[in-house]
């Protein structure tokens, strides 16, 4: 008995392979990886173009504008002008916007109390405060930083008015080269923001992030619990 062929396209020409014409047992039931990666790519690629406004409502590239909220804003390739708001002002600067936010405080800004050292996330010496969460500043774009509030250690407190927690750091003698003192600084205080009177397990917590290689770490807990207890009690000068 003569069966009828099948003329049904198949293969290279569908975004997901085969998975449409495949026969239970056949040949083709099989998902290869290529087909699998082509159609998951051609799924995001439609799925990111939902929403999306025409371009005419863009801000152009030259308008120094950040996008709301469902805006595609075109940027770069070459230096912009920018504003963060660090430590309470704002700072308008022009980088590429491959910059990162250390990047941009340590240079244009003249900021260095945040410190390079792995340039990957892993260490927590660039730690930053964006919106009162620690973030590693190595890992942000400076563009991204628009419109948030960034903290520094140098917009924490100075040597004429140190937050409890440096001054804690200083009289437990928690540090010894200093290199990772200012995020393990910046993590505790962020800590103690959110929780006032934080246990050992707490403090641990809050500096997983941060690499001492000098093992300081019993003088950082000491002194992050003595800094809660002082943070707890200090009061502002009047008028501050």
Known sequence: MAHKKDHTPTGSNSPIGDVGNARPGGDNARLSRRAFIKGAGAAAAVASLIGVPAAATSPSPES????????????????????????GAARRLTIEPRVTLLEALRGPLGLTGAKLVCDRGACGACTVHLDGAPVNACMMLAIDARGHEVITIEGLGGPERMHPVQRAFIEYDALQCGFCTPGMVMSVTAALA???????????????????????????????????????????????
């Open 194 to 240: 959110a929780n006032s009177a934080p246990t050992l397990d707490d403090i641990k917590h809050s500096v997983a992030g941060n690499i001492c290689r000098c093992g300081t770490y019993p003088h950082v807990f000491k002194a992050a619990l003595a800094g809660a207890a002082k943070a707890r009690s200090h009061k502002p000068p009047e008028g501050a």
């Open 64 to 87: 120094g504008e950040a996008a709301g909220v469902g805006i595609l804003e075109l940027i770069g390739p070459g230096a912009r002008e920018i504003e963060l708001r660090i430590n």
